[in-house]
């Protein structure tokens, strides 16, 4: 048996801990294989790379997109072999969650609430800007008690100052990876909210897209649901992921790493030789 994460987001993105600090957790767990799969964006894949081979850690290039559905729909985008080719469709991305922070900006300012641009900037220390800073914001200034609060008040779905993000679909995404040579995974089937035989039918249009595989273990479902999507995976003939999708302060109580079989996935096809 070994220990892998394949779903870890960092500074670079919405986590709190840097590639080096996941790292140095990973390795003080005896963790075998890590990927970093941060939020439209791969700046960290570089430090993530160099920090895990200091530590003697096999780690995979990753990313996670997320897309514009009627229900949560994440794909996780591993092994990604020609990133270039990610460019352009982050940069759109990057464009449209640019916009969608100054109309949250502009709603938290119709509620008496100042929380600006350059300050979200400076709390993501100019990296990619998501609701966890908006969070730590109207906290660290008062106006919510903690993160939980900030998210009910102001930033979850439905909330005074939500605003939903424009996004490609789960299809669009799934092709923006395999055209960057990656294997795409559809992340924590537990979040879309689907019944086994609606998930299914999701699951079929995605792989005539190319969907790879299916994240059958993770922080967000129990040990019963991780057995049904790994009969899922099997029957959809797709390959089993599993990742903690470790966020680290900002996502408390979530621990790195999973227990699985050294056989579990084919790791030569993610570029790893255990």
Not at 243 to 257: E, Q
Request: hydrophobic share 40%; charged share 25%.
């Amino acid at each position: 048996m070994i220990r892998i994460d394949m779903h870890l987001h960092s500074s670079f993105s919405d986590g709190t801990d840097t590639p080096d600090e996941i790292a140095a957790r990973a390795a003080a767990k005896r963790i075998s294989v890590l990927a970093l799969t941060d939020h439209d964006n791969i700046d960290g894949a570089e430090p993530f790379r160099r920090a895990c081979e200091r530590r003697s850690i096999r780690s995979i290039s990753g990313v996670e997109l997320s897309s514009k559905s009627p229900f949560t729909a994440h794909i996780l985008g591993y092994r990604l072999r020609k990133p270039e080719a990610l460019k352009d469709a982050l940069e759109w991305v990057i464009a449209r969650r640019n916009d969608r922070n100054r109309l949250m900006c502009e709603r938290l300012a119709q509620q008496g609430i100042a929380v600006g641009i350059d300050e979200l900037a400076g709390e993501a220390k100019g990296r990619v800007v998501a609701r966890p800073h908006f969070a730590s914001l109207l906290v660290r200034k008062g106006y919510a008690a903690d993160f939980r609060d900030a998210f009910s008040m102001y930033l979850a779905k439905g909330a005074s100052a939500y605003v939903p993000r424009e996004a490609y679909s789960p299809s669009d995404c799934v092709r923006i990876i395999r055209e960057a040579g990656g294997l795409p995974v559809l992340a924590h089937p537990s979040l879309t909210g689907l019944d086994a035989n609606d998930l299914g039918d999701f699951l079929e249009d995605l792989k005539s897209a190319g969907l790879w595989g299916l994240e059958c273990m993770s922080s967000h479902c129990s040990s019963e649901q991780a057995f049904s999507f790994l009969r899922m995976a099997e029957g959809h003939a797709l390959f089993p992921t599993a990742g903690s999708d470790f966020h680290g302060r900002n996502r408390p109580g979530i621990t790195l790493g999973v227990q699985v079989s050294e056989t579990f996935l084919p790791w030569a096809r993610l570029g790893v030789s255990l």
